[in-house]
Nanobody, 127 residues
């Protein structure tokens, strides 16, 4: 079992930056695929970015590329999502998710394939 805990959310203004953290316990993430999703009020949960822990290969949506960066810290068993140039439309609850399989390009965008989820952290961007 893997337990995930997100932190780092908050209320910021448009153009500001935030760094979200996803700390894992229970097992090392060295063989896991880790993703960030978000869910805005009244909308479905959507994929943001993901990383293959072993290789460091990353995947991101077009809207996240250039603004959001996903990274990992092996020693801390933690994944980060550095977000910059935030926009009001980035307002959502951000969730960290992990799975023991290398989901790859066909599956990483699909939330149902992730076995473990954190409780989420709220990000609110004011205009």
């Amino acid at each position: 079992q893997v337990q995930l805990v997100e932190s780092g959310g908050g209320l910021v203004q448009a153009g500001d930056s935030l760094r979200l953290s996803c700390a894992a316990s229970g097992r090392t993430l060295s063989r896991y695929f880790v993703g960030w999703f978000r869910q805005a009020p009244g909308k479905e949960r959507e994929f943001v970015s993901a990383i293959t822990w072993s290789s460091g290969r990353t995947y991101s949506t077009d809207s996240a590329k250039g603004r959001f960066t996903i990274s990992r810290d092996n020693a801390k068993n933690t994944v980060y999502l550095q977000m910059s140039s935030l926009k009001p439309e980035d307002t959502a609850v951000y969730y960290c998710a992990a799975d023991g399989r290398d989901l790859g390009p066909a599956l990483y965008r699909i939330s149902a394939y992730y076995a473990y989820w954190g409780q989420g952290t709220q990000v609110t961007v004011s205009s």
